[in-house]
Nanobody, 115 residues
Framework: QVQLVESGGGLVQAGGSLRLSCADS????????MGWYRQAPGKQREVVAT???????TYADSVKGRFTISRDNARNTVFLQMNSLKTEDTAVYYC?????????WGQGTQVTVSS
């Protein structure tokens, strides 16, 4: 069953912006480290950004200064604001929750950046 649901993906031109959302239906949000990962065809899944329950954030070097991760505990939702998008950002983006060392994954949302 799908327990994390992503939305907000789509097709944008290089330099544009998208905002991804992930809703947690398992009631683990407030005690979980939330993250966004992405996977392009033929490549390994890689971490894009994470945010802890205390709002400590991490970012992949490739997205620093362009992407911002945030969370709204009242709505059990995590966001990824993506600005200055590049063609190399094209991938399926997955929401991740890690609670007590256990990982949960969303179904993914496609982000395509055109030149």
């Amino acid at each position: 069953q799908v327990q994390l649901v992503e939305s907000g993906g789509g097709l944008v031109q290089a330099g544009g912006s998208l905002r991804l959302s992930c809703a947690d239906s398992r009631r683990i949000f407030r005690t979980s480290v939330m993250g966004w990962y992405r996977q392009a065809p033929g490549k390994q899944r890689e971490v894009v950004a994470t945010i802890s329950s205390t709002t400590t954030t991490t970012y992949a070097d490739s997205v620093k200064g362009r992407f911002t991760i945030s969370r709204d505990n009242a709505r059990n939702t995590v966001f990824l604001q993506m600005n200055s998008l590049k063609t190399e950002d094209t991938a399926v983006y997955y929401c991740n929750a890690n609670q007590f060392g256990i990982n949960y994954w969303g179904q993914g949302t496609q982000v395509t950046v055109s030149s």
